[in-house]
């Protein structure tokens, strides 16, 4: 699994403990685009900055290589999109992994793309089979 920005973000309050729990279970990696997007944020207070810090230095979090490049770039010329949402989409396509994302329209055009969204799943951070 590769989580999208705003998933990182929802984790990041405290009332999300099914989101939180979602993600341990599942130990996804993340794109270095959702760093930048996430940690970019201009209006970040310092304890969200830290703990933000900290769930990226624990985090897996996947280059943006030649290969996502030319990925991206292909998406982008086949449908308008957002440059951040290309290269997102492009890493979870170079690697194999499902897009965890509250955006599922945006992506659910891409061939080949896997699409989950957490708050939509049966019941997030619960264990089943």
Same mark, same amino acid.
């Given at each position: 699994?590769?989580?999208?920005?705003?998933?990182?973000?929802?984790?990041?309050?405290?009332?999300?403990?099914?989101?939180?729990?979602?993600?341990?279970?599942?130990?996804?990696?993340?794109?270095?685009?959702?760093?930048?997007?996430?940690?970019?944020?201009?209006?970040?207070?310092?304890?969200?900055?830290?703990?933000?810090?900290?769930?990226?230095?624990?985090?897996?979090?996947?280059?943006?290589?030649?290969?996502?490049?030319?990925?991206?770039?292909?998406?982008?010329?086949?449908?308008?999109?957002?440059?951040?949402?290309?290269? =997102?989409?492009?890493?979870?396509?170079?690697?194999?992994?499902?897009?965890?994302?509250?955006?599922?329209?945006?992506?659910?055009? =891409?061939?080949?793309?896997?699409?989950?969204?957490?708050?939509?799943?049966?019941?997030?951070?619960?264990?089943?089979?």
């Amino acid at each position: 699994m590769l989580l999208d920005s705003n998933i990182i973000i929802y984790s990041a309050d405290p009332a999300q403990v099914g989101l939180q729990q979602f993600i341990v279970r599942h130990r996804p990696a993340v794109s270095a685009v959702s760093l930048v997007e996430v940690l970019g944020f201009h209006k970040l207070t310092a304890a969200d900055q830290k703990a933000l810090e900290d769930f990226f230095a624990a985090a897996i979090v996947l280059p943006i290589s030649p290969s996502v490049i030319d990925r991206a770039v292909l998406l982008r010329q086949a449908r308008k999109m957002a440059l951040g949402d290309a290269i =997102i989409a492009a890493t979870a396509l170079v690697h194999g992994r499902t897009l965890v994302t509250r955006n599922v329209k945006d992506f659910s055009w =891409i061939t080949g793309l896997s699409v989950l969204d957490p708050f939509a799943a049966p019941t997030p951070g619960t264990t089943g089979t």
